[in-house]
């Protein structure tokens, strides 16, 4: 079945500090990977996302790295920020190619980032 | 672009009653996808809509349902309400879902249901 792990499922760091979210995710045919934000009471952002015909994409201090062997991705931030403290969702898409065009997206069971100044 | 709107922003509804909600997408956006948000399930799809067609669904009871219209707004409806229906419902629209990378999907603002 689909399925997205999410670890972990709470950080604390310190300001200044790296953050690193991990996902691991069941479909074989999955090739598409965003990466949402969603601070309390508002909607969930879209922060970056990659597709699998890419290893790593980089956004100034984010970062995603996938690795489609293993089947899992993970978010990257550096130098954080207090404003970097919200709930970050992994999510995976299939492929049109199996089974047609979709947007399905697989959600992981987020992680609540607490940024300490 | 205005962004993915949501009506209404709050509900509260009682046990057996039934609810419409609403969802604009931006504009030019053909694909509407539905989700529900709990503490304890996180984001669960509900169904996609795309050119007034559902395109994919997922593992919910048939008391939940959609639709779609020509100028791509959709409704979801909830029938026969459950106190477990208390949830963050929110849609996401995008172009096509082809692929293409005309795919990004952006979230509305949710409608918060409380069935009591």
């Known amino acids: 079945g689909e399925n997205v792990e999410q670890h972990p499922s709470t950080l604390s760091v310190q300001e200044g500090d790296s953050a690193v979210i991990k996902c691991t995710y069941s479909?074989?045919?999955?090739?598409?990977f965003p990466w949402y934000k969603q601070e309390l009471g508002k909607r969930p952002q879209l922060i970056i996302d990659?597709?699998?015909?890419?290893g790593e994409k980089k956004d100034q201090r984010i970062a995603v790295t996938l690795n489609k062997t293993a089947k899992h991705f993970s978010l990257h931030i550096t130098e954080t920020q207090p404003e970097d403290s919200a709930v970050y969702f992994c999510a995976a898409r299939r492929d049109p190619g199996y089974g047609g065009a979709t947007n399905k997206l697989i959600f992981g069971t987020g992680t609540l980032l607490a940024v300490q100044p | 672009k205005a962004g993915v709107t949501q009506t209404p922003r709050y509900l509260i509804k009682t046990r057996g009653q039934q609810v419409t909600l609403s969802c604009s997408p931006i504009?030019?956006?053909?694909?509407v996808s539905w989700y529900q948000q709990t503490p304890g399930q996180g984001l669960q799809f509900l169904f996609e809509?795309?050119?007034?067609?559902?395109?994919n669904k997922g593992n919910f009871p048939g008391r939940f349902s959609g639709r779609q219209f020509s100028n791509s707004r959709s409704e979801m409806n909830v029938s026969t309400l459950e106190l477990g229906d208390s949830a963050l419902y929110l849609c996401?629209?995008?172009?096509?879902?082809?692929?293409?990378?005309?795919?990004?999907?952006?979230f509305g603002p949710g409608t918060r249901l409380t069935v009591l």
């Open positions: 809509y795309f050119s007034e067609t559902q395109r």
């Open positions: 479909d074989s045919a999955s090739n598409y």
């Open positions: 990659i597709r699998s015909n890419v």
């Open positions: 996401a629209s995008s172009q096509s879902g082809t692929g293409a990378g005309t795919d990004t999907q952006y």
């Open positions: 504009s030019g956006h053909r694909s």
